[in-house]
């Protein structure tokens, strides 16, 4: 790529994939903040004329905007400390020499390729059930009252189904930065005197730092933006409801499109601040 | 203190047998070398002696007391590993300093420790940079420099130099071995080169598929080879084995002669032959002559000034008193 031709060649095979990308991500964006500033009642009139900053004013000062934003937040954070801390344990585990390897890694791996709304389902009824689930039957063996996991416990079983989805792209993250560690790095650290513990707090984890960031850093993008998983099992009710599901009942239950992009435009703010929080944190891991 | 005992030790992976029941004794203070071809088992030994891999059966004594069965840490040795194995998230200070925080030292003491450390190693400069920042050879000497503050009884070095270039490595060699002399601590060092074998050490032990060839001073397993193997290996370029009819004349199956050991003439000698190769170093010129007595061709040393055609005929004279034979199990006979 040095002479000029080849330059300009490679800026105009490039230009169509640019393009394409830079469309899809606009196109929407500008829709959203276009409809955030008009009166839009599909079923009541349609597009009843620009509406200022009424939209942005209605959606924050409901009385479920800060519930929705905290709810989106802890969702978030927990399931990202449990995946994370489960997953460093469970990729420990794994990188030890054992029969059937293959086999118990990809079981492992397998409920990342369930879908999520197929995965909630199962949860709900299989599991979750009061009266026919799993964890029913468990709790009558041992003579307790079954619970209500969703209902009681609402955000705990979301957190726990939505954790249970992302383990394995933690585990599986954080295994192959375990196995790139330099086994003599461990040794050199057994003769100095390390015990497992020192070793894991002195050489593993520091050295799985850049891992557990990438793992941070891509569950938040995709775990901001959980819906089905709500949607399925509690359908936003008992405290469970988060800001995209917010924005989705705006627009679709109550039909309220200009309401729900002023929401949309919230929500990329809160994903930015969330965003410069994470880089402040762990985003100096990254520089090599 | 650092006095090293094998007493009868094997080690076996599942079914394969890789370390023969051995014995050997390093002596306190002094240079051993482990030497022989890779997958002779001398990295396996030396990780044997340092606790990383359990013996399959026998008896490690340092210092006269039983270590078969002590973890790494409290074995009293120190090892500098091929790759270094330094902590690449910590800087040189707290990579040296490492050992001490797991002895749980004083600060203060841990601080003197490291300062005397780098001041040997000429690592001053450097404390607080990461070991990513570092050329080969410094990473090295923070290897070694991570080895010594722990004063160690003795010192593991698993092919230390492999992984430099040779200018340094020339220059790492006369390193450690001033730092033997000044620490005059015992060290034992894993090599495949038997230059290093043979410029560092006190002590070589030459090994093969896990048993011990020959075990002797550099000079010893240079002028007297017990077998046709320490006599190939030991000595750059290979000493000349000759086998058949030639052999025979002088009672023996094969007849080892060492290129310094030839005389050459263009016009009278015991052997004639033709040049082939020539391998100038400007010091010395090596010949490689093809000659009827063997089919490999001989490796010759003469002068530098000496200058010989390709093709050239030539005659080569064995110095009578320089002559190894060995018998049909290769080994020496007097």
Same mark, same amino acid.
Request: glycine letters at 14%; aromatic letters at 6%.
């Given at each position: 790529m040095a002479t000029k031709a080849s330059r300009s060649a490679a800026r105009l095979m490039m230009a169509p994939a640019v393009i394409l990308l830079m469309g899809w991500m606009l196109v929407p964006l500008t829709m959203t903040v276009w409809f955030s500033f008009r009166k839009y009642l599909p079923l009541r009139? +349609?597009? /009843? +004329?620009p509406a200022g900053f009424d939209n942005y004013v209605r959606f924050v000062t409901s009385s479920s905007f800060w519930p929705a934003v905290w709810t989106t937040l802890i969702i978030v954070g927990g399931v990202l400390l449990i995946t994370v801390v489960l997953g460093i344990l469970l990729a420990l585990l794994l990188d030890q020499p054992m029969w059937g390897q293959g086999v118990v890694r990809i079981l492992v791996i397998a409920?990342?390729?369930?879908m999520p709304t197929v995965s909630a389902l199962v949860w709900k009824n299989m599991?979750?059930? @009061?009266?026919? *689930?799993l964890f029913a039957h468990l709790w009558r063996l041992f003579g307790a009252e079954p619970v209500a996991w969703l209902s009681e416990a609402s955000m705990g079983s979301i957190v726990m189904i939505v954790s249970w989805q992302w383990l394995p792209f933690a585990t599986l993250i954080l295994l192959t930065a375990i196995q790139s560690l330099d086994s003599e790095q461990l040794e050199a650290a057994e003769m100095d005197g390390a015990g497992p513990l020192q070793r894991f707090g002195h050489i593993i984890l520091p050295h799985l730092g850049r891992a557990i960031t990438i793992v941070i850093l891509i569950q938040t993008i995709f775990l901001l933006s959980i819906f089905a998983e709500i949607f399925v099992t509690t359908g936003g009710a008992f405290g469970t409801r988060t800001l995209t599901y917010l924005i989705f009942q705006r627009v679709l %239950?109550?039909?309220?499109v200009g309401l729900g992009s002023a929401g949309g435009v919230y929500a990329i703010i809160l994903a930015n601040i969330v965003a410069i929080f994470l880089m402040r944190i762990v985003g100096k891991n990254l520089d090599a | 203190m650092g006095r090293i005992q094998l007493k009868d030790v094997t080690k076996s992976f599942g079914e394969a047998q #890789?370390?023969?029941p051995l014995n050997l004794t390093i002596e306190d203070g002094e240079f051993t070398v482990f030497v022989g071809?890779? +997958?002779?088992?001398k990295s396996t030994l030396l990780r044997l002696i340092a606790g990383l891999e359990d013996i399959t059966s026998g008896v490690i004594e340092i210092n006269g007391e039983? &270590?078969?069965?002590? #973890?790494p840490a409290r074995r009293g040795l120190a090892m500098v590993f091929q790759s270094y &194995?330094?902590?690449?998230?910590?800087?040189v200070r707290k990579n040296i300093a490492f050992p001490l925080r797991m002895a749980k030292m004083s600060p203060d003491e841990i601080d003197r420790r490291v300062k005397s450390a780098a001041d040997v190693l000429n690592l001053t400069d450097y404390? %607080?940079?990461? @070991? *990513?920042?570092?050329?080969g050879g410094q990473r090295q000497r923070v290897a070694i420099g991570r080895a010594i503050v722990r004063e160690p009884a003795a010192f593991l070095f698993d092919?230390? /130099?492999?992984? /430099?270039?040779a200018a340094l490595r020339v220059g790492m060699r006369m390193e450690i071995s001033e730092l033997h002399k000044k620490l005059d601590t015992t060290m034992v060092y894993v090599t495949h080169d038997q230059v290093e074998a043979m410029t560092m050490a006190d002590k070589i032990v030459v090994l093969q598929a896990g048993y011990i060839e020959q075990v002797g001073s550099p000079l010893e397993l240079y002028q007297r080879p017990k077998n046709t193997f320490v006599a190939g290996f030991i000595g750059s370029p290979k000493m000349n084995l000759v086998t058949g009819a030639e052999a025979a004349r002088h009672d023996a199956t094969t007849i080892g002669i060492r290129p310094e050991h030839i005389d050459i003439s263009?016009? %009278? +000698?015991a052997w004639k032959g033709i040049v082939g190769v020539s391998e100038h170093l400007g010091s010395d010129t090596f010949f490689h002559i093809h000659s009827d007595i063997s089919d490999e061709p001989l490796t010759v040393r003469a002068s530098g000034e000496l200058l010989l055609d390709y093709g050239a005929t030539v005659f080569l004279t064995p110095r009578a008193e320089y002559l190894h034979r060995f018998d049909a199990r290769g080994l020496r006979i007097e």
């Open positions: 009139g +349609g597009d /009843l +004329g409920p990342f390729f369930v599991f979750m059930d @009061p009266t026919n *689930g %239950e109550s039909q309220n | #890789v370390i023969p071809p890779s +997958g002779c088992g039983d &270590a078969t069965d002590v #973890v &194995a330094l902590y690449p998230h910590m800087s404390l %607080e940079r990461r @070991p *990513g920042q570092l050329s092919e230390p /130099l492999s992984n /430099l270039d263009d016009s %009278e +000698g």
